[in-house]
């Protein structure tokens, strides 16, 4: 049984942890964040910090990891909709949308991480890649489904839409950038 788990059951401190490094990892970023200030405001020992992560580096990768986790979940409950395919894509658009238009939103937490971890080499950087690459493989998979072709180029243009819709989501009208997302794939389904 792993340090972070009491029969069977994740730490309280550990959720604390990584509940308090993904508000200010998202909100004010992960380098202009210092570990102390992690400590301080979910109320645990350095030690603690240290008996559940190696260090920083950890805890953003768990950072990560939950976010990745959270995505993968929105997608996998509208796939059990069992939708027809075209609506399949659309409800997935949606729920990118909500995001967007959330208190709060600062953005794709993965882009984010990239660019404060640009060497490709990182492993901060390599749990970006890995999730982007799921994420466009789902897209193609979806946009396939829905009879899009080329499946490949559907996929990447729907990504290329999702990431401008997430970067100008937190500095313009969300509602409108929401909007703009939409529109942009239904023509991705529906191609004039």
């Known amino acids: 049984m792993s340090a972070s788990t009491t029969s069977g059951r994740t730490s309280e401190a550990r959720t604390r942890l990584l509940s308090t490094a993904t508000r200010i990892f998202y909100t004010e970023g992960i380098h202009s964040v210092g570990v102390d200030r992690i400590i301080e405001e979910a109320q645990v020992t350095r030690a603690t910090l240290y008996r559940h992560f190696k260090g920083k580096e950890e805890l953003v990768l768990a950072y990560l990891q939950q976010a990745d986790q959270g995505i993968r979940g929105q997608v996998e409950a509208v796939r059990d909709q069992e939708l027809p395919a075209p609506?399949?894509?659309?409800?997935?658009?949606?729920?990118?949308?909500?995001?967007?238009?959330?208190?709060?939103?600062?953005?794709?937490?993965?882009?984010?991480?990239?660019?404060?971890?640009?060497?490709?080499?990182?492993?901060?950087?390599?749990?970006?890649?890995?999730?982007?690459?799921?994420?466009?493989?789902?897209?193609?998979?979806?946009?396939?489904?829905?009879?899009?072709?080329?499946?490949?180029?559907?996929?990447?243009?729907?990504v290329m839409l999702r990431d401008g819709a997430m970067a100008a989501g937190c500095l313009f009208d969300p509602a409108l950038i929401s909007e703009t997302f939409l529109h942009g794939v239904e023509g991705i389904l529906r191609p004039e």
């Open 87 to 158: 609506d399949t894509v659309r409800a997935v658009a949606r729920t990118i949308t909500e995001g967007i238009r959330s208190s709060g939103f600062r953005g794709c937490a993965f882009l984010n991480a990239a660019a404060e971890y640009p060497d490709p080499s990182h492993p901060v950087h390599q749990a970006v890649l890995a999730h982007r690459q799921w994420f466009l493989e789902t897209a193609v998979e979806l946009l396939e489904q829905a009879g899009c072709a080329p499946a490949d180029a559907a996929g990447r243009h729907f």
